[in-house]
């Protein structure tokens, strides 16, 4: 690490003493940069501050980042001479800039003039700069103005600072100190909140720079340990963690206690993260998995790193106690997307309606209209919609299935009442929403509150679904039968599941999978397959349905091989 001069250190106690560093956005501040810009017509404008190791922005307009390195900051020189404008009327006719990583990449710094913002004891702790990317010069009609506001600044800085002063003295006069707002009192680590804006900074950061990395630490077994140990040991055997935790980390590292038993910390440098994430797992006696991501600059928030480190700790977790994973994009990024849906799916809970787009389904004899299917048509916060499987299965692994299934339930059945219609409604249910006990009152209550008739609709379960079923999944089907609902088997075939099993179970129909319609398999053997299933379900009094038909042809097979309804893109397409 090099060496503070003493210049150098009375400098930043200086800035420190203005307390400004890391703070929130203000207006006023906000106001001088927009004004900056538009008397100097310059499409940068920046008020920063020169910290020991970085250069923190405070104000900025047209700049994505709120902080740089020392290293690649124009602001270094503007501090070494407290005294002097600098102006840069061209950077590729200038040494010092011309293979600069701001000139040659983003922003594209071509012209610069910097006011230096002077404290009354004659030292610079940052600048009042702005930024053309073409090369032009600065007259005195710009650089004028631009002073100006540069002594309103440090005007208000002064005050600021003045009142600083006085709200420490008044504090060290306070008979106790309050506690700290930024440390979290049960591990005296950095709280929360601190830890996130620090997150939030070393994310928007960019430049050439050593990327940093993000640990997720977690204690494996939580549940085992956790139940074994009672919620006041538990706390205290999390909380001892803590300083072995930090005794792992350098002191420019940042570690906290983000959820009740995860860690979190900032590396920073990427090349030690390996390293210490192998040193944690070992070192301490409780089994830890470590899931790690590179902050690249890459990163839209210190939210989305902390999901991927989150993504990868899972990962890390599947291999077993001990693992330390680093976020892959290639590997894991459907695992992510799972989790991003999980959170909108949550996020969007109670759900009140639920879009739904609605397919005919035909008697084949006569072309009239038997029934139509409900189907989930999902669009993301994002404007991108999600297949229905997809977001099934989403709302499956998030435990959210019985809630978003009785939504989906209400949302038709609601709609079915109001158009008074005579046909019936049928409605996908997924088996998370069978296993809960007591399904069929879900849906009598549901078809009560909607003034529906049980006789207008009917629930498609999958062939898996319903071969997976036991005894009280069956006890529910028939008081839901008796009652006048028709109970279907979805996708019939795509399993492997026979016939002759099934018929234990209560229903009225069959929908033959739509790879036998128009699957790849030969046709002679499908349509052998469709015309054995038919013979077989009329047997044994069930009706067969034909998914898929989109032709005139796959109609004519679908009737000729003696299926009663069809359902498919010939008919109609869901809308
Ligand atoms: P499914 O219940 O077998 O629904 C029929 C699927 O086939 C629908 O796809 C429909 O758009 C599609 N389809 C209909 N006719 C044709 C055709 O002629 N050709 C082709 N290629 N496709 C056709 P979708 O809407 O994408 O739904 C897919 C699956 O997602 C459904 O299969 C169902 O298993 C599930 N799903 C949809 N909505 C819900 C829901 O509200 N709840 C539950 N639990 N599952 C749902
Ligand atoms: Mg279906
Ligand atoms: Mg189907």
């Given at each position: 690490m090099t060496k503070v001069q003493p210049r150098e250190r009375r400098r930043l106690s200086e800035l420190a003493s203005y307390s400004i560093l890391d703070t929130a956005p203000e207006e006023l501040y906000e106001q001088i940069v927009r004004l900056a810009a538009r008397v100097t017509n310059c499409p940068v404008a920046v008020i920063s501050f020169m910290d020991r190791d970085r250069q923190w922005i405070k104000a900025a307009v047209n700049l994505p980042y709120r902080e740089t390195t020392r290293e690649v900051s124009f602001c270094r020189y503007v501090i070494a001479d407290p005294n002097r404008t600098m102006i840069v009327p061209d950077t590729h006719l200038d040494d010092r800039f011309q293979a600069h990583p701001l000139v040659t990449g983003e922003p594209h710094v071509r012209a610069y003039a910097a006011i230096p913002l002077r404290t009354p004891a004659g030292l610079a702790i940052g600048s009042?700069?702005?930024?053309?990317?073409?090369?032009?010069?600065?007259?005195?009609?710009?650089?004028?103005?631009?002073?100006?506001?540069?002594?309103?600044?440090?005007?208000?800085?002064?005050?600021?600072?003045?009142?600083?002063?006085?709200?420490?003295?008044?504090d060290t006069r306070k008979p106790a100190p309050a506690p700290r707002r930024d440390i979290d009192t049960s591990t005296g680590l950095p709280s929360r909140k601190l830890f996130l804006e620090r997150l939030e900074r070393t994310v928007r950061v960019t430049g050439a720079m050593p990327a940093c990395a993000l640990l997720a630490i977690e204690v494996d077994r939580t549940r085992y340990l956790r139940d074994g140990a009672g919620p006041a040991e538990w706390e205290r055997l999390i909380a001892s963690l803590a300083p072995r935790l930090r005794g792992c980390l350098r002191d420019q590292d940042t570690l906290t206690r983000l959820f009740d038993d995860t860690f979190f910390a900032v590396i920073n440098d990427i090349e030690r993260a390996p390293g210490v994430a192998g040193e944690i797992s070992r070192a301490l006696d409780v089994p830890l998995s470590v899931g790690a991501v590179a902050l690249d600059g890459k990163h839209k928030n210190a939210d989305d790193a902390i999901q991927q480190a989150n993504v990868a700790l899972r990962v890390a977790q599947e291999h077993g106690a001990g693992h330390v994973i680093f976020f892959d994009p290639q590997r894991h990024g459907a695992l992510r997307d799972r989790y991003v849906?999980?959170?909108?799916?949550?996020?969007?809970?109670?759900?009140?309606?639920?879009?739904?787009?609605?397919?005919?389904?035909?008697?084949?004899?006569?072309?009239?209209?038997?029934?139509?299917?409900?189907?989930?048509?999902?669009?993301?916060?994002?404007?991108?919609?999600?297949?229905?499987?997809?977001?099934?299965?989403?709302?499956?692994?998030?435990?959210?299935?019985?809630?978003?299934?009785?939504?989906?339930?209400?949302?038709?059945?609601?709609?079915?009442?109001?158009?008074?219609?005579?046909?019936?409604?049928?409605?996908?249910?997924?088996?998370?929403?069978?296993?809960?006990?007591?399904?069929?009152?879900?849906?009598?209550?549901?078809l009560d509150a909607e003034g529906l008739s049980p006789r207008a609709l009917t629930l498609e379960i999958t062939e898996t679904t319903m071969m997976n079923s036991d005894a009280a999944v069956i006890g529910s089907l028939n008081a839901l039968r008796a009652a006048g609902v028709r109970i279907e088997i979805d996708d019939f075939g795509a399993g492997f599941s026979s016939l002759g099993r099934l018929s234990h179970f209560p229903f009225d129909a069959l929908k033959i999978d739509r790879s036998f319609i128009s699957g790849d398999a030969p046709l002679a053997r499908r349509c052998a397959i469709i015309e054995a299933t038919v013979a077989l379900a009329h047997r044994l009094g069930l009706e067969v349905i034909a998914e898929g038909i989109e032709t005139e042809e796959h109609l004519r097979m679908a009737a000729g091989l003696g299926c009663d309804l069809g359902q498919g893109y010939y008919f109609g397409r869901p809308a």
């Open positions: 009042l700069c702005v930024v053309d990317t073409q090369a032009r010069p600065f007259t005195p009609d710009d650089l004028e103005p631009l002073e100006m506001l540069a002594q309103q600044l440090c005007a208000h800085l002064e005050a600021r600072r003045t009142a600083a002063r006085l709200q420490r003295d008044a849906l999980y959170r909108e799916l949550r996020a969007a809970m109670p759900l009140r309606s639920v879009p739904l787009v609605y397919q005919p389904i035909v008697h084949l004899r006569t072309n009239e209209v038997h029934s139509e299917e409900a189907l989930l048509r999902w669009i993301r916060p994002n404007g991108n919609a999600v297949s229905p499987e997809t977001l099934v299965a989403a709302a499956e692994g998030a435990d959210l299935m019985p809630q978003l299934g009785e939504a989906i339930l209400r949302s038709a059945c609601r709609r079915h009442k109001s158009l008074q219609s005579t046909r019936r409604l049928s409605v996908n249910i997924s088996p998370r929403q069978f296993g809960v006990a007591g399904f069929e009152h879900t849906v009598f209550n549901i």
